[in-house]
T-cell receptor
């Protein structure tokens, strides 16, 4: 089955700098890649996603890149702010599972230093 | 309203005792999921309901039960809690044909 590896367990950046979180997956059938943010004491909150028919997607300060050949995708947070501090989870969803089951990475704790 | 609610938020259970966790959503979503999240680990899918059909993951098949009495509610039941069940339990829901899942705040279960 699908396995997702999230390469950075922790990441510290200075406010205003960019943060990059990298994930790799194993199943070539995966076609949907969401990112979730978890703030202290709260549940997972959707931030951005990308489908396999594109290789880049941007939503305000968030950019997701997908390299299907390398089975790698990444989240770029530009002009970071203190409120970006949280745990970020990547996930992959094989398109042949019907109900879009997610396989998550273990999370990256991002700390934005003022 | 895109809220998924979970009750209780914190649960203390004794080894060997049953545990019942509740999740609700008012978005009329077809599918509801339960994940287990342990510290420094990825959320792990335990089971999901598509409408009234329960699908349990192979490696957790016998450890967890669930019921969905109506479209809005879904429970997660542990018949006899063990120490290894201590974790955060996350409920999520999604609409048929949509990829995005909406998560609740989680229930932190501590088994003593």
């Amino acid at each position: 089955g699908e396995k997702v590896e999230q390469h950075e367990s922790t990441l510290s950046v200075r406010e205003g700098d960019s943060a990059v979180i990298n994930c790799t997956y194993t199943d070539t059938a995966s076609s949907y890649f969401p990112w979730y943010k978890q703030e202290a004491g709260k549940g997972l909150h959707f931030v951005i996603d990308i489908r396999s028919n594109v290789d880049r997607k941007q939503s305000q300060r968030l950019i997701v890149l997908l390299d299907k050949k390398a089975k790698r995708f990444s989240l770029h947070i530009t002009a970071t702010q203190p409120e970006d501090s949280a745990i970020y989870f990547c996930a992959a969803s094989p398109s042949n599972t019907g109900n879009y089951k997610y396989v998550f990475g273990a999370g990256t704790r991002l700390k934005v230093i003022a | 309203d895109t809220t998924v609610k979970q009750n209780p938020r914190y649960k203390l259970a004794r080894v060997g005792k049953p545990v019942n966790l509740i999740c609700s959503q008012t978005m009329n979503h077809d599918t509801m999921y339960w994940y287990q999240k342990k510290p420094n680990q990825a959320p792990k899918l335990l089971l999901f309901y598509y409408d009234k059909i329960l699908n349990r993951e192979a490696d957790t098949f016998e450890k967890f039960q669930s019921s969905r009495p109506n479209n809005s509610f879904c429970s997660l039941y542990i018949g006899s809690a063990g120490l290894e069940y201590s974790a955060m339990y996350l409920c999520a829901s999604s609409r048929l044909g949509a990829y995005e899942q909406y998560f609740g705040p989680g229930t932190r279960l501590t088994v003593l």
